[in-house]
């Protein structure tokens, strides 16, 4: 289809579009109407007969089969080294927690991670003594100066190092294979968040050299919120600490109770999931490659978000923070005069956008999808213009509609 009429296509089956300008997909993304419906259609059945039988169980590890295919598709990897988890910080914690860790070991993160990394670190050096070192990355830093950085940070005795693909803050894209291939020499693991880059940029999981890769569901994955998945190398899988191991091989249980561990990462798996979410993870997946194509998704969403940073760089008044020789399709920045509290609220009401704040920076973030559309990426400029060119006591009213017959209030 010629470019003009895929989008079209693709807008008509994300709804969600048609609320205002979606620039928050690095929160949350549009779920497919095809997603919803196949989830609906799973939570109907199970309002009508029921989530009790055996057979339903054994049918849902199909399910879960399908979820992790999808995902394993979307990485380039082999299904049975994806597991199907509740969320990103769920991945960040098993692989945290892989490491048997003993007091006075280090491990290494940057001042920018997001809290669903940095939580299980910070238990672990409350838990066994454990040295956390931090790596400060200000927007401004370029790679061999970051790659330097965690050459210094990366000491003997560090067991673990534990970064983010794409920093939520900044949008900043961080070398992953380059600090992996010095941690490993070292004799460190290296666990990714990858809840800003999966399905944003391409993620050669297998090149980049990591032990684990945590993936979120909800944002670029267009999949339902309380999904994600975890990656893992073979080694990795390996070497786990056995008290990780919390899936069974169902296939081999059978009934009678005798059970042998997968060397797969379905080991990391746990229960209880909701049986729709993982219907539509699975779903989202396959929309996304096999109806949009991964390529036409990643190509065109990085495009645009450069597109963007470039509009909004060349705008006087306006900081840019995401580096755009770095970038994913996170684009932060700040207006003069203006708090980023204040400035996303006037956004929002002046032109229907949908962004975020990120409050330790003071600035809007926004998050560019393959489904935007030029025209709405202009308007979002243009109301950043305005917003520039005033503070908020000079900017302009919106013009109201007066409606005759109404109160006052």
């Not at 079209?8 to 620039?23: C, D, K, M, S």
């Not at 962004?355 to 560019?368: E, K, M, Q, Y």
């Not at 935007?372 to 400029?381: C, D, G, L, M, V």
Request: glycine share 10%; with cysteine.
């Amino acid at each position: 289809m010629p470019d003009a009429e895929k989008l079209a296509a693709v807008r008509e089956a994300l709804p969600a579009l048609g609320a205002g300008i979606y620039l928050n997909t690095g929160s949350a993304g549009p779920v497919p109407a095809e997603t919803a419906a196949a989830m609906d259609e799973v939570a109907q059945r199970e309002l009508r007969v029921g989530r009790g039988h055996t057979d339903d169980f054994l049918a849902f590890l199909d399910r879960l089969g399908e979820a992790r295919a999808g995902v394993a598709a979307i990485l380039a990897a082999d299904v049975d080294e994806v597991a199907i988890t509740h969320s990103t910080t769920e991945g960040m914690n098993i692989a945290t927690w892989a490491v048997d860790w003993r007091p006075g070991d280090r491990a290494v993160t940057t001042t920018n991670e997001h809290a669903g990394g940095l939580g299980p670190l910070l238990a672990v050096r409350e838990r066994f003594g454990v040295e956390l070192d931090f790596v400060d990355i200000p927007f401004e830093t370029d790679d061999d100066a970051i790659v330097a950085a965690f050459d210094a940070a990366i000491q003997p005795g560090t067991r673990l190092v534990s970064v983010s693909h794409v920093l939520w803050t900044t949008g900043a894209r961080l070398p992953v294979d380059r600090i992996a291939a010095i941690a490993h020499e070292r004799g460190a693991i290296v666990a990714v968040d990858g809840a800003q880059s999966v399905g944003a940029i391409p993620v050669p999981v297998t090149e980049l050299g990591v032990d684990y890769y945590a993936v979120a569901g909800e944002k670029w994955l267009l999949g339902p919120e309380g999904t994600g998945a975890l990656w893992a190398s073979r080694e990795a899988i390996a070497r786990a600490a056995p008290s990780l191991v919390g899936w069974f091989s169902y296939e081999k249980i059978g009934l009678d109770g005798q059970a042998t561990y997968h060397r797969s990462a379905r080991r990391f798996e746990a229960t209880n999931y909701h049986r729709p979410s993982v219907v539509g993870l699975a779903r989202s997946c396959g929309w996304l490659s096999m109806y949009v194509g991964l390529p036409w998704v990643i190509a065109r969403g990085m495009a645009l978000a450069r597109a963007a940073a470039d509009r909004l760089a060349s705008i006087p008044g306006v900081v840019l923070l995401t580096p755009r020789d770095r970038m994913a399709t996170l684009v932060s920045f700040r207006i003069g005069g203006w708090t980023a509290e204040a400035a996303a609220e006037e956004l929002g009401s002046r032109v229907f956008a949908i962004t975020r704040t990120i409050p330790d920076l003071d600035a809007i973030r926004i998050s560019v999808g393959f489904f935007n559309s030029e025209k709405e990426i202009e308007r979002f400029a243009a109301a950043v213009e305005l917003l520039a060119r005033h503070t908020p006591e000079t900017l302009p009213q919106k013009l109201r509609l007066t409606i005759l017959g109404q109160d006052d209030r």
